[in-house]
């Protein structure tokens, strides 16, 4: 394992749909959502801190739906319940700045169908240090395309949790796309700078 060395000037930290409906689903492993969103303001507030692009990514949909992926699938996700009108808002710990990147996606991974790319390009940004709800498929999604799009990839293995496949993710994928280390870890590399 290399260290971990971060220039913020280059860096954004990528907080993957810390909203509100998201952080209320039940079934999170191995840590809970809310221990999930304090370690994503203790990155966030480091990566402020040192000058580095704070981006907050949120999923959602039109009021009708239609703009929802509607491939065919042997396990279509579910849902029978109309979410709260407040669903997709961001989680107001976040603390949201003007200068932050807003981005709004329509499925998994934060890159396709969302100018995420344009907005990381135009700002110099080269690495992306990722976390967020859920391990094995929004930020999974967006990890290999920030890899696929030539991003060095950092990924807060407990600033994020999953439904079921969370050690895979870690184990056997994440290594493979990018550095995987601890919030503390990152913390302390972009306070190095």
């Known amino acids: 394992m290399s260290d971990l060395n971060l220039d913020p000037s280059t860096t954004a930290v990528v907080v993957i749909d810390l909203q509100k409906g998201i952080l209320s689903m ?78 709004l996606k329509r499925q998994w991974g934060a890159f396709y169908g969302t100018d995420l790319d344009l907005q990381l390009r135009r700002r110099g940004i080269r690495t992306v240090i990722l976390c967020g709800i859920a391990t094995e498929f929004g930020v999974e999604s967006t990890a290999r395309a920030a890899h696929e799009h030539g991003y060095a990839v950092v990924l807060a293995h407990d600033a994020m949790t999953g439904r079921n496949a969370h ?27």
Do not use: C, M
């Open 167 to 193: 050690q895979n993710s870690i184990q056997n994928i994440f290594p493979l796309l990018g550095r995987v280390r601890s919030t503390e870890q990152i913390v302390k590399a972009l306070g190095k700078a």
């Open 26 to 103: 039940p079934g999170s492993s191995p840590y809970t959502p809310q221990e999930v969103l304090a370690r994503a303001v203790q990155l966030l507030d480091a990566g402020r801190a040192a000058g580095a692009q704070a981006v907050l990514v949120r999923v959602g949909r039109s009021p009708d739906g239609r703009d929802a992926l509607q491939t065919p699938v042997d396990n279509p996700w579910r849902s029978t319940a109309t979410p709260p009108p407040d669903w997709a808002e961001l989680h107001p710990d976040l603390n949201p700045q003007p200068g932050d990147v807003l981005i």
